[in-house]
């Protein structure tokens, strides 16, 4: 069993920047797969990266070149930087554990941090 507790998030301006983090209980993560989704109204999580053991982590296209997946293993957390946020990136972003990006499902998630970027 593993539990996930998220914090960070909020408001920011176009342009602007936020770092979210996951912090992990129940398990040391170190080779624990773990990602982040998003989530928009009335649409199914939507894949943003992903970060394994020994493998480069992936993004997705539309956050590639500005988001950065980053574990610190020895505080069980993973973090998710986004920089030169859009006003599409506005979304409820969630931390995942054993993620699998294609389905857009994973065995454990986080509560949830909205992040809205204003014009």
């Known amino acids: 069993q593993v539990h996930l507790v998220q914090s960070g998030g909020g408001l920011v301006q176009d342009g602007g920047s936020l770092r979210l983090s996951c912090v992990a209980s129940?398990?040391?993560?170190?080779?624990?797969?773990m990602g982040w989704f998003r989530q928009t109204p009335g649409k199914e999580h939507e894949f943003v990266a992903m970060?394994?053991?020994?493998?480069?982590?992936s993004y997705a296209d539309s956050v590639l070149g500005r988001f950065t997946i980053s574990r610190d293993n020895a505080k069980n957390t993973v973090y998710l930087q986004m920089n030169s946020l859009k006003v599409e990136d506005t979304a409820v972003y969630y931390c995942?554990?054993?993620?699998?990006?294609?389905?857009?499902?994973?065995?454990?998630w986080g509560q949830g941090t909205q992040v809205t970027v204003s014009s």
């Open positions: 995942a554990a054993r993620p699998d990006p294609n389905l857009g499902t994973a065995d454990y």
């Open positions: 129940g398990r040391n993560i170190t080779y624990v797969s």
């Open positions: 970060s394994q053991f020994l493998i480069e982590p």
